[in-house]
């Protein structure tokens, strides 16, 4: 029998690999995507589908996955989540057209859905001890950032060797391995049938949040239909109040609102969202605007915003273990307001100077693992253990709201502000504005053209990176006056209330 202790801290490293393949595919196909559209003649839209279609699906369905959880144990929905997300890997990994892609992104999506609130709540209900589970969940939110920094260095490398399939096939063996150390280690399911799954209410969040992205991407196009703009937000507004007004109703909710109520726990909320936001859409930029611009080859480029996880692991590792000593207020609101200091570098010197840009996500980095370390520790220590599926659901919809609204959002701001902004030579094609790919491939023997779509490009980039700094500014005003009263001893306090029992109404 393996000793409790070091049992406690092998199971942390099979649920943390879990997550790791999770954010992995979060970012994996940055690097990859001008190759996939290359090969399998993607379009624009169908190309952010394919990236989307991961992290909207799965946002859909954690409430759900989560609250699942807590009903039919968290192990059982860990061990089902990696069998799915194996075969879902082998399904991308051999797709032969863009739409049967985007497909097998979503079935991965329903593996991640099932799989990412377990791990969270296995450390939960696991590690009794707070500093033990603070430094635990340190150790998860730093894998998380990691994931999302490995992506596309590990697109680059099994791109420059093997064809893009590669970056799912790599999947299979890690889930073999954690579903083997997952049978071993892992705690008997403390299932509770009294708790009731709602297939209802997770088809309403995501019919919502499909609805929203679909609305964002058509509204930030160059010429956006208005027909489609207003039917998605009607969608994604009819969705949200019908999924609200049934959490209302339901004696055991997918989500009670009430645990919003303690602002420590909303402010972990956000945190974890604006972090995902900013380092998703960094990179997604980042990486195509160093290929298609510069020339870089996707693994150069991935390790160039690898400098962004490389900033992260340090503070994020020392966040959780100074979280008891110095409080929230200092490490969120603080990160946060590092954070938006990098991307103001990485705004300055994207252009003009290598070195200030390394600086900048090395510094956008180190307030994001900083923030994102005890973002988890202020979601899971302000819910009872028995309500630690649906915060650890709360979180992930958080990471995957992030991540989606920043590529949808960003990327069809980058893809918008280029096709308005470029000025063509006289007598090239129109699809020229279509986006920089476009160009470069009529503009070859054409250094005209090449400029003045590489200039656009740029601007757009900077637009890009402006937002992206806004936002982060914002949330560290926001949850700073959120956490005023979070000093060192009140990082984790009671939970919100009615968080046990049925709501009543």
């Given at each position: ?378 979601i899971m220590g302000n819910v009872p253990a028995r309500r630690a599926g649906m915060a650890s659901s709360v979180e992930e919809v958080s990471y995957e709201f992030g991540s989606l609204v920043a590529v949808a959002l960003l990327g069809s ?93």
């Open positions: 029998m393996v000793p409790s202790t070091r049992r406690r801290w092998l199971l942390l490293t099979v649920v943390s690999a879990g997550l790791l393949l999770i954010t992995l595919d979060n970012s994996i196909l940055y690097a990859a995507l001008p190759t996939l559209i290359e090969d399998l003649g993607a379009s624009g839209s169908q190309s952010l589908w394919i990236i989307n279609a991961y992290p909207v699906v799965m946002a859909g369905l954690l409430l759900g996955s989560g609250t699942l959880g807590d009903r039919v144990g968290h192990r059982r929905m860990f061990l089902i989540g990696l069998v799915v997300f194996g075969a879902a890997s082998l399904a991308a990994a051999f797709s032969s057209s863009p739409e049967a892609l985007i497909a097998a992104r979503a079935f991965l999506a329903v593996g991640a859905a099932a799989m990412m609130p377990a791990t969270l709540a296995l450390i939960r209900v696991t590690f009794d001890d707070e500093r033990e589970r603070n430094l635990a969940i340190a150790v998860w939110g730093s894998l998380a950032i990691v994931g999302s920094g490995l992506g596309p260095i590990v697109g680059g490398i099994l791109l420059d060797h093997f064809w893009w399939g590669s970056v799912f096939l790599i999947n299979v063996p890690v889930v073999v391995v954690a579903l083997t150390a997952a049978l071993v280690l892992a705690p008997p399911d403390d299932a509770d049938p009294s708790k009731r799954w709602d297939l209802i209410s997770s088809l309403l969040a995501l019919v919502a949040l499909v609805s929203l992205v679909i609305a964002i991407k058509e509204a930030t196009k160059s010429s956006p239909a208005p027909l489609v703009v207003a039917a998605a937000v009607l969608a994604a507004s009819v969705g949200g109040w019908a999924f609200a007004r049934r959490q209302r109703r339901l004696p055991y909710p997918l989500l009670d609102f009430a645990i919003f109520r303690n602002p420590a726990f909303l402010a972990g909320v956000l945190a974890a969202g604006l972090s995902m936001f900013a380092i998703a859409g960094v990179q997604l930029v980042t990486t195509q605007r160093f290929q298609l611009v510069e020339g870089l080859t996707p693994l150069r480029a991935g390790l160039l915003v690898a400098a962004v996880a490389l900033g992260a692991l340090p503070t994020a590792m020392v966040g959780g273990a100074v979280l008891h000593k110095v409080g929230l207020l200092p490490i969120v609101a603080g990160g946060l307001a590092l954070s938006t200091a990098g991307t103001l570098l990485v705004l300055i010197g994207f252009d003009t100077s290598m070195p200030l840009l390394v600086t900048g996500l090395l510094v956008t980095g180190a307030g994001l693992g900083a923030a994102m370390s005890v973002a988890s520790s202020a701001l980058l893809t918008a502000v280029y096709s308005t902004t470029v000025d063509l030579p006289a007598g090239v094609p129109d699809r020229a504005r279509d986006s920089l790919d476009a160009a470069l491939a009529l503009g070859q023997g054409d250094p005209a053209l090449i400029r003045a779509a590489s200039d656009a490009f740029d601007h757009a980039y900077a637009v890009v990176m402006v937002v992206v700094t806004a936002v982060m500014a914002l949330g560290a005003i926001v949850t700073g006056l959120l956490l005023r009263r979070h000093g060192p001893g009140s990082a984790l306090t009671a939970a919100a209330p009615h968080a046990e029992t049925p709501a009543h109404h």
